[in-house]
């Protein structure tokens, strides 16, 4: 069982970072592949970034490909989503979320909202123009 806790939302001006974190509960943490999703007003949940177990391997949406880095840090339980040079577009809630790639058949890090088992409550970004 993985629990999960967004913090580091709120109210950037374009052009701005902010970076976002995600403190996790559970012993299996360090084996779990973690994700960031967003979903803005109106519109579906999307795949932003994920991350493999040792932190080696990740996956960006072309969306944020070179301005957002995720990374994690498995002795503090956490996944950072930095953000570099927002758009207003960014503006979303942003949820993390986790998955065994135990479960997983798929290649590589999934970027499928139904394969992510543990999600969190969320953390608003807004970016303004």
């Known amino acids: 069982q993985v629990q999960l806790v967004e913090s580091g939302g709120g109210l950037v001006q374009a052009g701005g970072s902010l970076r976002l974190s995600c403190a996790a509960s559970?012993?299996?943490?360090?084996?779990?592949?973690l994700g960031w999703f967003r979903q803005a007003p109106g519109k579906d949940r999307d795949f932003v970034a994920a991350?493999?177990?040792?932190?080696?391997?990740?996956y960006y949406a072309d969306s944020v490909q070179g301005r957002f880095t995720i990374s994690r840090d498995n002795a503090k339980n956490t996944v950072y989503l930095h953000m570099n040079s927002l758009k207003p577009e960014d503006t979303a809630v942003y949820y993390c979320?986790?998955?065994?790639?135990?479960?997983?058949?798929?290649?590589?890090?999934?970027?499928?909202?139904?394969?992510?088992?543990?999600w969190g409550q969320g953390t608003q970004v807004t970016v303004s123009s």
């Open positions: 979320a986790a998955y065994d790639p135990n479960n997983y058949a798929g290649r590589g890090l999934a970027d499928i909202e139904y394969v992510y088992d543990y």
């Open positions: 559970g012993r299996t943490f360090s084996t779990y592949t």
């Open positions: 991350i493999g177990w040792s932190g080696a391997n990740t």
